[in-house]
């Protein structure tokens, strides 16, 4: 057993406030949102259970984490209803619109310009 996988070993949670795992060492019976949405569910205003832990050299803490939650007190997804789908529509389009020139693209406008690229870079857009 490395020394890496003894630091984020703390099941009683002593140690970091919450039963702690190495990173895919975690038991059966919990699960992160993206498994709990792939199985259909959501934590549904449960607290975090666990967490998974593992070292990482890149980030600035030094520690990558992932929380869990309890399978058995999670609930179903709630269904889209044809409200949902048409705020998100809307929220959509809004992404899609230039807030300056006004024209919807197909694409997101990105936020890093917060406008479209023609309106971003105007005098780059002249013809060679």
């Known amino acids: 057993m490395s020394a890496a996988f003894g630091k984020c070993f703390d099941p009683t949670g002593a140690e970091f406030g919450i039963p702690t795992f190495p990173w895919r060492y975690a038991p059966d019976g919990y699960a992160t ?3 709990l949405r792939a199985r259909g569910l959501r934590p ?26 309890r399978l058995d007190l999670a609930k179903p997804v709630r269904p889209m209803t044809s409200r949902k789908w048409g705020a998100l529509a809307l929220a959509m389009l809004a992404r899609r619109t230039c807030p300056k020139c006004r024209i919807t693209y197909s694409y997101c406008i990105p936020t890093s310009l917060g406008m479209c690229v023609l309106c971003a870079h105007p005098d780059e857009q002249r013809a060679a």
Do not use: D, F, I, T
Request: glycine fraction near 18%; charged fraction near 20%; proline fraction near 3%.
């Open 33 to 35: 949102r993206r498994q």
């Open 44 to 69: 549904g205003g449960q607290p975090v259970a666990a967490q998974v832990m593992r070292h990482n050299r890149g980030r600035k803490s030094g520690v990558q984490v992932g929380y869990l939650y």
